[in-house]
């Protein structure tokens, strides 16, 4: 019986910690994260949504496409999900300062916050999320981080009044022209469906 409270205290001490993570603390972090400039053109993107209970519920392709007048991004997604649905999002987001953003979207409430040091941007904002035919209003605690290989991670905590009832897990691909996939040149791998045969591998 005792094990069972030292198991709960670590549990919340592990909790804490991912709470309490800045964006300052990837300051020094290299490659810096600039998404006004890694977003401008052709993105592609792989992601997955898991339940609270870690079981997958959907898996999803998105095409991306970034203009970046130099005070505003504006973001093009084009969603194809594994079921067959599809969905569209434009999120237009400006600088407001040496760390800072700020995003609006139709789907978003408000306006999104987010804030970026070294390879790491932190989103939050609020969302009218899709569930059958109805919308739930929720939370959304956004993570990327930008590796050196041009790879940006995505992760995400989705919650509803404080309580998480799932993530989203996405992977960007950034490629410049010439570059290749398994061999493939990248424009040839992205219209061939590649990006959809791998995500339903």
């Known amino acids: 019986m005792g094990f069972r409270p030292v198991v709960i205290v670590m549990a919340l001490i592990v909790l804490s910690g991912c709470e309490n993570m800045k964006p300052t603390d ?6 810096r994260l600039e998404i006004e400039k890694y977003f401008a053109g052709k993105t592609q993107a ?16 998105v ?6 007048d130099g005070k505003e991004l504006t973001l093009v997604e084009q969603f194809q999900y594994r079921d067959g649905e599809q969905d569209d999002r434009i999120w237009r987001i400006t600088k407001t300062g040496d760390h800072t953003y700020e995003g609006k979207a139709d789907d978003i409430i408000g306006v999104a916050k987010g804030e970026s040091y070294g390879n790491s941007l ?6 009218d999320l899709k ?5 739930v209003q929720v939370h959304f605690n956004d993570w990327m981080y930008l590796q050196p290989s ?16 799932g993530s989203v897990t996405l992977s960007f691909l950034k490629l410049e022209k010439g570059s290749t ?14 990006p959809m045969q791998a995500a339903n591998q």
């Open 150 to 165: 041009g790879v940006l991670l995505n992760r995400a905590r989705v919650t509803k009044l404080g309580i998480e009832i």
């Open 181 to 194: 996939v398994s061999g493939v040149e990248f424009n040839d791998w992205l219209s061939s469906g590649g």
């Open 46 to 61: 792989w992601g997955i949504f898991e339940d609270r209970f870690g079981k997958l519920r959907r898996q999803f392709t």
């Open 26 to 31: 990837f300051k020094d972090s290299m490659p």
């Open 63 to 68: 095409d991306i496409t970034g203009t970046w």
């Open 131 to 135: 569930i059958g035919d109805s919308t």
């Open 122 to 127: 932190n989103w939050q904002y609020d969302m």
